[in-house]
T-cell receptor, first 118, second 114 residues
């Protein structure tokens, strides 16, 4: 299957700092990328959907000023957690899909980033 | 609105036995896709199998098969000859035609005992 990478795989930061997480599709063009958040023993919660070259669409209740998403190219999307606080500690997973390829229904996921804010 | 329901929070199965993970869905759309993902303790979401709503045959991928019963709106995952490495969380998901996002179920934690 297609490969999606995420960097870093884990990060520990102080409260008030900003953290940037990168998501890359390595062997296909990701016209659409998704960012999810997952708390322990829970399902994935979609935060936002981004299409290459346009602004991200945020889910209800997700602060767009706090979680900045940039999808500048067909292979890279970034999530920046601004002024992180302990309650932002979570597992963040990105996902990518090539919506221009009708035969590709599958959405591929990155390995995730564990964020711990002290 | 779409909804996925996985009613089994946890399943315990002996190695080499077959296991069925339940998934029911709710949608008014006629065209949709159903997915199963495996999430081991490392956290990575691994795509297992896909079934389109208009596919006449049940999808199969190696030891994985999807028991698709459209009238009952169920899409159960069947794992044959389970292995210790199958221990993980399993998520059922759906996306309707024209939509971008996947809707996930609550997940089922599968534990394979030796």
């Amino acid at each position: 299957g297609a490969v999606v990478s995420q960097h870093p795989s884990w990060v520990i930061c102080k409260s008030g700092t900003s953290v940037k997480i990168e998501c890359r599709s390595l062997d296909f063009q990701a016209t659409t990328m998704f960012w999810y958040r997952q708390f322990p023993k829970q399902s994935l919660m979609l935060m936002a959907t981004s299409n290459e070259g346009s602004k991200a669409t945020y889910e209800q209740g997700v602060e767009k000023d706090k979680f900045l998403i940039n999808h500048a190219s067909l292979t890279l999307s970034t999530l920046t957690v601004t002024s992180a606080h302990p309650e932002d500690s979570s597992f963040y997973i990105c996902s990518a899909r090539n919506t221009r390829t009708s035969s590709k229904e599958t959405q591929y996921f990155g390995p995730g980033t564990r964020l711990l804010v002290l | 609105a779409q909804k996925i329901t996985q009613t089994q929070p946890g399943m315990f199965v002996q190695e080499k036995e077959a296991v069925t993970l339940d998934c029911t869905y709710d949608t008014s759309d006629q065209s949709y896709g159903l997915f199963w993902y495996k999430q081991p303790s490392s956290g990575e979401m691994i795509f297992l199998i896909y079934q389109g709503s208009y596919d006449e045959q049940n999808a199969t991928e190696g030891r994985y098969s999807l028991n698709f019963q459209k009238a009952r709106k169920s899409a159960n995952l069947v794992i044959s000859a389970s292995q210790l490495g199958d221990s993980a969380m399993y998520f059922c998901a759906m996306r309707v035609r024209g939509a971008q996002k996947l809707v996930f179920g609550q997940g089922t934690r599968l534990t394979i005992n030796p």
